[in-house]
């Protein structure tokens, strides 16, 4: 090996690293084109060793990680996720490029996913990301070092040692630091490589971590005594077939126990009888987010985007730092100029020299930032720690790289529709009227149908129409182990969507359960799995006898009958359940509200509301859409509510909202809610009741009821006065739980309207007959004054206002 001279001596070279560090990244490049080496071993799985030429694939960007999931169970997987900034991505990177073999020597994936059945309640390791499978940052080769072995939580194999060793806050503690990230970008990041001598770091860390591996042992890591003794094995065979010229990229911890001398026996014997399980491996994409994670999929560090950055800067890093921060402070809108950029990087140097720093670190560029183009605020400060400091860079994986089928089908999909996955959080707006936008919902329904939270719905903000559908969609790593686990219901997403559903439709606990199934089969158009979703669902509705239930499960299924228009489903045999679950919920619903107590009446309530809401849209006579046919549902229903507010043994919230409900839909008129109120409201009710009235029947958004029927609002001042000081305590709790829900301008109309006494007009508001709150005639005055507002937002002139207006 041509690298013997210097710090360089006999046996192997081994470069212990900090996973993810991009200071130790750009030692091992130097040592690595110092040595020479014939052959670079790396820590990992060395079942990924058929996956390493991948890595000069064209299509392979970083951040990428090592997937390796247990075949007959995918959802037990590790991650080794590696960045650019990743010292064993640049020595694979390397490798390749000088045509050297490269290696993985850590503990096979086939033992530590093993390991992981064992111990699955220590899934949220390290960040040495090795020890604990299934917790991917327990084996990944990027968290090792000094600082990847950061505070932990207890080692589950000796119950005696509490705490893991920190290798790096012992250090710093020991050169006088209290910040152990500080420390290591002053000795590390902040300086060069060494000209004269690449290997000097090296030897340096390594006296470090054997000083440490003296004092503190495995340093509560006893797995590791077995991990070393695989990769003591695999350097040897590799010296017997390269000699010397052999270079291992370790994390440091582990450089002093590769280092010592042990027995070919002694390290066989550790890995004796050592549990199994079939192990797949491939390349997924990462995420700079996901890096900044200590637990579960992480890799434990903060600032990924800051050290990609130290890493890739040519030269002047703080300046170009700055630069960037400025880019994106004018992409958003604020002002930053080229002095401001200039004082920034001052500040931080000046910052730097006071606080004994080599350089300015992310500490003294964070505060000139700060101080100079966020004037002290945290606010905009907030936007470079999400944007530059943590960064959403989603790394991409080319199309050789293996997979499931299901995962290629996916792909594809992806192709076709042209939505692409991002790390960064968007919301993608559809119209179900286009066929591509049309395919987007499908896909995204039958991802959530197989536990694959790719998209997540959310409030349309155009439109509340059944052909518009937003989506807020981001990708995250582990989404990948999902698609595996998916992997054993097909083999396209179609099909094991239906297959999902129909196994789901068979294990559902409710009958709420299968229609909410129900509708999402429609949403996912699985044709397929309707026969099987639709006899569950009949069966189980043909057997419940819980009212409830039935009322529950009734809005999902008739909700599904809209979608029949849109994305033309056939949902004949839906509307026949689910006008058979109505007429059953009819004959139930009075005997069920009888005799409940204040929390099951509130729940009957909710129930009320909405078979109500269900009964609109299935029961729209006339229509030639899927409730045609069961107009007659309308009839019936408002019959039963006539029932439920008349009867004495119904709880006061649900007779309020029963008579409500019939005053909205004009089957009762005002005068005979007026005077069903004052029935209620008389002196012969019980306060408690008479409150629980008012609740259900201007509850949920009633306030405007009050505010233009003033007779129903004098009425409740009146019972309000009368109420004894002994129940007013009681009835209190009810009452500001109905009026605090109303709007804040209702609520101050309401006390406008109290304080000068309900039906006491003033000024130009006389009341017209017939219509209480209203003025006799229109206010001239108040008209005119929203004029200039109207001739701004239709762009017209005077003239041209007064002819729209004739």
């Known amino acids: 090996m041509a690298g013997t001279e210097g710090g360089r001596g006999a046996g192997p070279l081994l470069l212990g690293v900090r996973h993810h560090g991009p200071g130790s990244a750009r030692a091992v490049r130097a040592a690595l084109a110092a040595a020479r080496p014939r052959v670079v071993l790396i820590e990992g799985p060395p079942e990924a060793d058929a996956l390493i ?29 590696l960045a650019e900034f990743s010292p064993e991505w640049v020595a694979i990177r390397w490798a390749l490029e000088h045509e050297v073999p490269a290696r993985f ?22 960040l040495t990301g090795e020890e604990q499978p299934p917790d991917p940052t327990a084996e990944t080769p990027t968290a090792e070092t000094p600082s990847s072995e950061s505070p932990s939580a207890p080692d589950p194999s000796d119950p005696d040692i509490d705490l893991r060793v920190d290798p790096l806050a012992v250090l710093a503690e020991a050169a006088g630091y209290d910040d152990p990230e500080r420390w290591w970008e002053d ?31 495995v340093g509560g890591r006893d797995r590791d005594l077995v991990r070393e003794a695989y990769m003591r094995l695999q350097v040897r065979a590799a010296q017997r077939e390269f000699e010397d010229d052999v270079a291992v990229v370790c994390g440091a911890w582990h450089v002093p126990a590769l280092r010592q001398k042990a027995s070919v026996a002694a390290d066989r014997a550790l890995l004796k009888g050592l549990p199994k399980v079939k192990a797949d491996l491939t390349w997924v994409p990462w995420t700079h987010r996901r890096l900044s994670r200590a637990s579960g ?19 002047r890093p703080v300046e170009r730092w700055m630069t960037k921060v400025a880019g994106l402070f004018r992409e958003e809108d604020r ?8 004082e920034a990087v001052r500040l931080a140097e000046t910052l730097a020299v006071m ?5 300015p670190g992310l500490g003294e560029t964070t505060d000139a930032v700060r101080a100079v183009m966020c004037e002290g605020s945290d606010v905009p400060l907030s936007l470079v ?17 293996p997979a499931v089928p299901l995962q290629r089908d996916l792909d594809r999909s992806q192709r076709k529709l042209r939505i692409k996955p991002e790390a960064l959080e968007r919301e993608l707006e559809l119209d179900l009227r286009k066929e591509i936008d049309a395919g987007r919902s499908t896909l995204l329904h039958r991802l959530r149908l197989l536990r694959i939270e790719w998209g997540e719905p959310a409030a349309s903000r155009g439109s509340t129409g059944t052909f518009r559908e937003t989506w807020r969609l981001r990708w995250e790593p582990e989404l990948a182990v999902r698609v595996a686990e998916a992997g054993v219901w097909g083999t396209t997403v179609p099909a094991a969507a239906t297959a999902k559903a129909e196994a789901d439709a068979v294990g559902a606990e409710s009958l709420a359960d299968v229609t909410a199934l129900a509708e999402h089969c429609l949403l996912a158009e699985l044709p397929d799995a309707l026969p099987v979703v639709m006899k569950v669902l009949a069966d189980r509705a043909a057997l419940d006898t819980d009212v409830g239930h039935l009322a529950q499960a009734l809005p999902a299924l008739v909700r599904s009958l809209r979608y029949g228009d849109v994305r033309g489903t056939d949902t004949g045999a839906l509307t026949e359940v689910a006008a058979g679950l109505a007429e059953r919920v009819f004959v139930g619903l009075p005997p069920a509200c009888a005799a409940l107590d204040g929390d099951a009446a509130e729940e009957m309530r909710r129930h009320v509301d909405a078979v109500h809401g269900a009964v609109g849209l299935l029961g729209d006579a006339g229509g030639s859409g899927p409730g045609s046919g069961h107009g007659d549902l309308r009839v019936r229903w408002r019959a039963v509510l006539r029932t439920l507010s008349a009867r004495d043994t119904v709880p006061g919230v649900i007779r309020g909202r029963a008579v409500r409900l019939l005053l909205d839909e004009g089957e009762l008129g005002a005068d005979e809610a007026a005077r069903l109120m004052g029935l209620v409201l008389s002196p012969g009710t019980p306060p408690a009741d008479a409150a629980a009235w008012i609740e259900g029947f201007v509850g949920g958004g009633g306030g405007l009821l009050l505010v233009h029927d003033e007779r129903l609002l004098g009425l409740v001042d009146e019972w309000l006065t009368r109420v004894p000081a002994e129940a007013f305590t009681d009835v209190l709790p009810l009452l500001r739980r109905t009026f605090s829900s109303y709007e804040p301008g209702v609520r101050r109309t309401l006390g406008e309207l109290v304080r000068r006494g309900p039906g006491k007009q003033t000024g130009t508001t006389t009341a017209v007959a017939g219509i209480p709150g209203f003025g006799a005639e229109p206010d001239a005055g108040r008209a005119d004054a929203v004029v200039p507002v109207l001739r701004l937002l ?10 729209v207006a004739g």
């Open 187 to 217: 000795v590390v990041e902040h300086r060069g490589v060494g000209e004269r001598d690449a290997f000097a770091p090296f030897t340096a860390l390594e006296e470090a971590m054997g000083a440490l591996r003296e004092t503190y042992g």
């Open 355 to 359: 606080r004994g720093r080599p350089l």
């Open 105 to 126: 020597i850590d503990l096979p994936a086939t033992h530590t996913l093993a390991w992981g059945k064992d111990d699955e309640a220590d899934a949220e390791g390290e």
């Open 53 to 81: 030429p991948l890595a000069a694939d064209e299509g392979m960007r970083p951040p990428v990680a090592l997937l390796a999931h247990a075949v007959d169970e995918p959802g037990r997987s590790a991650f080794w996720p």
């Open 794 to 803: 239709l762009g017209l002139d005077d003239d041209e206002l007064v002819g």
């Open 297 to 315: 999929y992480g890799a434990g560090i903060d600032s990924p985007g800051w050290y990609g950055h130290l890493f890739s800067a040519p030269d």
């Open 385 to 401: 720690r999400d944007r530059l400091v943590v960064g959403d860079v989603l790394g991409e994986v080319p199309p050789g790289a």
């Open 335 to 342: 002002i930053v100029s080229p002095a401001h950029v200039i």
